[in-house]
């Protein structure tokens, strides 16, 4: 952890790729699928997690290969942020792209790895992969978050 929180002073455009890689919490929220209604565009979150989630750890285990084995997997960048609206509103980079600070149980600012497990901000203990549910069975998982302060 950098104890200069670069994240309240560097630009997310102007931050190099080891600070861009650290703002990911490790929620996970943004592996869940999600759907669309196509009449509001609302965004529903599911509990079902890309076959490349390892629920336990909710980071990737394919990660440097992920676009590869998963095409429509997304890569944030700072220029694209203004464009994901999925991202949940507890997301660092979304966070700080609206000009939020980062809550305390974000690792850079705790200090602790865990402590996005420990708020339950991750998917870790629920979610199921996408190998054990039909495309047409994602509506059956729709989830609701619990607000966070």
């Given at each position: 952890m950098?104890?200069?929180?670069?994240?309240?002073?560097?630009?997310?455009?102007?931050?190099?790729?080891?600070?861009?890689?650290?703002?990911?919490?490790?929620?996970?929220?943004?592996?869940?699928?999600?759907?669309?209604?196509?009449?509001?565009?609302?965004?529903?979150?599911?509990?079902?997690?890309?076959?490349?989630?390892?629920?336990?750890?909710?980071?990737?285990?394919?990660?440097?290969?992920?676009?590869?084995?998963?095409?429509?997997?997304?890569?944030?960048?700072p220029d694209g942020l203004g464009d994901l609206t999925w991202l949940p509103d507890t997301c660092a980079y979304r966070l700080l792209s609206e000009n939020r600070p980062l809550p305390a149980w974000h690792p850079l600012v705790s200090g602790d790895p865990e402590s996005v497990h420990l708020a339950d901000i991750s998917v870790r203990g629920f979610t199921v992969s996408e190998d054990e549910v039909d495309d047409e069975d994602f509506e059956d998982h729709i989830i609701r978050w619990i607000e966070v302060d």
């Amino acid at each position: 952890m950098s104890s200069s929180r670069f994240w309240e002073t560097v630009p997310l455009a102007e931050m190099s790729t080891e600070q861009w890689e650290s703002l990911c919490d490790g929620c996970a929220r943004c592996c869940l699928h999600k759907l669309q209604d196509a009449h509001t565009e609302k965004i529903y979150y599911t509990n079902v997690a890309c076959r490349l989630l390892d629920p336990q750890r909710c980071r990737c285990t394919q990660y440097e290969r992920r676009q590869t084995l998963i095409p429509d997997c997304v890569v944030l960048t700072p220029d694209g942020l203004g464009d994901l609206t999925w991202l949940p509103d507890t997301c660092a980079y979304r966070l700080l792209s609206e000009n939020r600070p980062l809550p305390a149980w974000h690792p850079l600012v705790s200090g602790d790895p865990e402590s996005v497990h420990l708020a339950d901000i991750s998917v870790r203990g629920f979610t199921v992969s996408e190998d054990e549910v039909d495309d047409e069975d994602f509506e059956d998982h729709i989830i609701r978050w619990i607000e966070v302060d």
